[in-house]
């Protein structure tokens, strides 16, 4: 059975820094990319950042220079390093397995296999 399970989350001030965890079994996570979408208040999904099988690192335009993604494949652990938060950070981050490594599809939510359960990040003063 596959399982993603995100912690990490937390309540910081604008500008602070959290780091995300997503504790990934159930299938050879060395041979998967992975990523991270969030959800905000009343707002759809949107893809921050992936990490391909290889390490090459992909990030939206409103987290790049903020956000870092990284894997830890011996502790089948992918993490996403949150820096300088913002209000509008605020969101419950989901990390997510693809169907693929298709770099075309990575970062697209209808492309993710398996979702996580979510961990909230709230950002305020």
């Known amino acids: 059975e596959v399982q993603l399970v995100e912690s990490g989350g937390g309540l910081v001030q604008p500008g602070g820094s959290l780091r995300l965890s997503c504790a990934g079994s159930?299938?050879?996570?060395?041979?998967?990319?992975m990523s991270w979408f969030r959800q905000a208040p009343g707002k759809g999904l949107e893809w921050v950042s992936s990490i391909s099988r290889y390490g090459g690192k992909y990030y939206a335009d409103s987290v790049k220079g903020r956000f870092t993604i990284s894997r830890d494949s011996a502790k089948n652990t992918v993490y996403l390093q949150l820096n300088s938060l913002e209000t509008e950070d605020t969101a419950m981050y989901y990390c997510?397995?693809?169907?693929?490594?298709?770099?075309?599809?990575?970062?697209?939510?209808?492309?993710?296999?398996?979702w996580g359960e979510g961990t909230l990040v709230t950002i305020s003063s």
């Open positions: 997510a397995k693809p169907k693929s490594d298709d770099l075309a599809t990575i970062r697209e939510t209808d492309s993710m296999e398996y």
């Open positions: 159930g299938f050879y996570f060395s041979n998967t990319a």
